[in-house]
C-alpha cells in the first residue's frame, strides 16, 4: 500500500491526500492503520488524533483503531509510540467506552512503561492519558493493580509541571475508588502534594484536586499525621480555605474539620496556629451551603472550652467566634478576625434583606422575563 512520506512534526502536513469529507477521511484513516508498513500507521495515527481533537462523532466512528494503535505502542519507535499514544488520548476524551476498550486492549502496559521514560514530553503524554483513562469509573481498580499509582507519585515528586498536575488529577480520580486510598497512602504523597499546591495559583483546578485528594487523605491517621508534619502543609490547606474556587475552599475547610473532629486535642492548635479564623468566618456567609455548614461545625469545634450540646442553649455564630478570638494571640490575627466578624454581619444583614425581597416578589406577579445564564465547564485540553 502506498501512502506519503513520513513528516517530522507530529501536527505538520504529512502530504496524504486526505478526503475532503470526514467520513471518507476515517476510512482512510481505518484502511491505513491497517497497512503492514510502519510509515503509514505512523501516518495514520496522526490522521487519528487530528481527526479526534474537536469531534465526538469521529471518536466513535474511529474505535475501531483502539487496538491497531495499541499494536503500536507495543513494538516500532519512539515517534510512532508518541502518535499511537496522542491518538489514543484523544480517542479516550469524552468516550468511556474508547477508555474502556484502550485499557481491555492491553494499553496500560506500555503506558506504564512510558512513565518511566527518560523521555520526558512520553512520559507527559503517558500521564495525561493516565488521567483520562483514570476518569472511567470501571478503569480505577484496574489501573491501581495495574501498579501505575507509585508511578504516578514518583511523578508527583520528579515530573515537569504539567505532568505533576496531570498526575494529581489523576490521583484524585482514583482515590474516589475507596479501595485505591489506602494504596495511595502507602506511597506517603502527602509532601509533593503539599509542594504542589504551594507552587501552583489556589484557585486552579491543581489546587482543587490537591485540596480533594488532601481531603480523602486526612480521613487516615496516617495521612493526618503526615500533613501535620510536613513544613507548612496546615497553612497550605488554611491558604486554599482563604483564595481557593469554591470546591477548593469545600475540600480544604472538610479536610480541617475531618482532622478537628478525628482528635481535638492534638488538631485545635495546629489549625489555630495558621490564622484560619478569618477565611472560616467568610466561608460561614459567603460559601456553598455544605461548607457554610462544615466551617459553622469546625468553629464550633476550635472553641476553648467546648461542651455537649445538651448543656448549652445553641451558641450563635457570634458567640462561638467571640470566644475564639478571645483565644488568639496577637493583636494583627485578633483585629482582623474582629473586622471580618463585622463584615460579616454587614453581609448577613444584606444577604438576609435580599432574601426577603426575593420572597416578596414571588408573592407579586410580574410581567418580567427571567434572565437565564449558562456556565461552560472547560474541557481536559487535547493534543
Do not use: W
Not at 480520580?173 to 489506602?182: E, F, G, I, K, V
Not at 474556587?245 to 488538631?267: F, N, P, W
Amino acid at each position: 500500500m502506498e501512502c506519503a512520506a513520513e513528516s517530522h512534526s507530529p501536527d505538520a502536513d504529512s502530504g496524504l491526500q486526505r478526503p475532503h469529507s470526514s467520513s471518507s477521511a476515517v476510512q482512510h484513516a481505518l484502511k491505513l492503520i491497517q497497512s503492514d508498513d510502519s510509515d503509514c500507521r505512523l501516518e495514520a495515527a496522526r490522521e487519528i488524533r487530528r481527526l479526534t481533537k474537536s469531534s465526538q462523532r469521529c471518536r466513535r466512528q474511529l474505535a475501531q483503531a483502539v487496538n491497531p494503535l495499541v499494536a503500536m505502542l507495543r513494538a516500532g519507535y519512539p515517534e510512532s509510540h508518541e502518535a499511537a499514544l496522542l491518538a489514543l488520548l484523544n480517542l479516550a476524551v469524552k468516550d468511556e467506552q474508547n477508555k474502556i476498550s484502550i485499557v481491555e486492549a492491553g494499553a496500560l502496559e506500555p503506558i506504564i512503561s512510558f512513565l518511566k521514560s527518560e523521555d520526558l514530553n512520553l512520559q507527559e503524554y503517558a500521564t495525561a492519558s493516565m488521567l483520562t483513562l483514570s476518569a472511567s469509573t470501571i478503569n480505577k481498580p484496574i489501573i491501581s493493580a495495574s501498579g501505575a499509582i507509585p508511578l504516578l507519585v514518583e511523578i508527583l515528586r520528579d515530573g515537569s509541571p504539567q505532568a505533576k498536575a496531570d498526575a494529581v488529577m489523576a490521583l484524585s480520580n482514583l482515590s474516589t475508588h475507596p479501595d485505591n486510598l489506602q494504596v495511595i497512602l502507602e506511597t506517603e504523597p502527602i509532601p509533593s502534594i503539599v509542594h504542589l499546591l504551594k507552587s501552583f495559583k489556589k484557585h486552579s483546578k491543581t489546587a482543587e484536586k490537591c485540596s480533594a485528594l488532601i481531603e480523602s487523605l486526612v480521613g487516615f491517621d496516617e495521612g493526618r499525621t503526615a500533613l501535620t508534619s510536613e513544613d507548612g502543609g496546615v497553612l497550605a490547606v488554611v491558604e486554599v480555605l482563604e483564595n481557593g474556587s469554591i470546591q477548593s475552599r469545600e475540600h480544604a475547610v472538610g479536610a480541617l474539620l475531618t482532622m478537628c473532629q478525628s482528635d481535638r486535642c492534638k488538631y485545635r492548635e495546629p489549625i489555630l496556629r495558621e490564622g484560619v479564623i478569618p477565611g472560616l468566618l467568610e466561608l460561614t456567609v459567603q460559601g456553598t451551603p455544605k461548607s457554610q455548614s462544615k466551617a459553622q461545625k469546625l468553629l464550633q469545634l476550635l472553641r476553648d472550652s467546648p461542651y455537649p450540646r445538651s448543656e448549652l442553649q445553641p451558641d450563635t455564630l457570634e458567640n462561638i467566634v467571640c470566644n475564639i478570638i478571645s483565644q488568639i494571640d496577637g493583636d494583627e490575627q485578633s483585629g482582623k478576625a474582629k473586622k471580618m466578624l463585622a463584615e460579616m454581619v454587614q453581609v448577613s444583614m444584606e444577604q438576609s434583606l435580599r432574601h426577603l425581597q426575593q420572597r416578596a416578589l414571588v408573592c407579586t406577579p410580574t410581567d418580567l422575563p427571567i434572565a437565564t445564564c449558562t456556565s461552560e465547564v472547560s474541557s481536559k485540553r487535547l493534543f
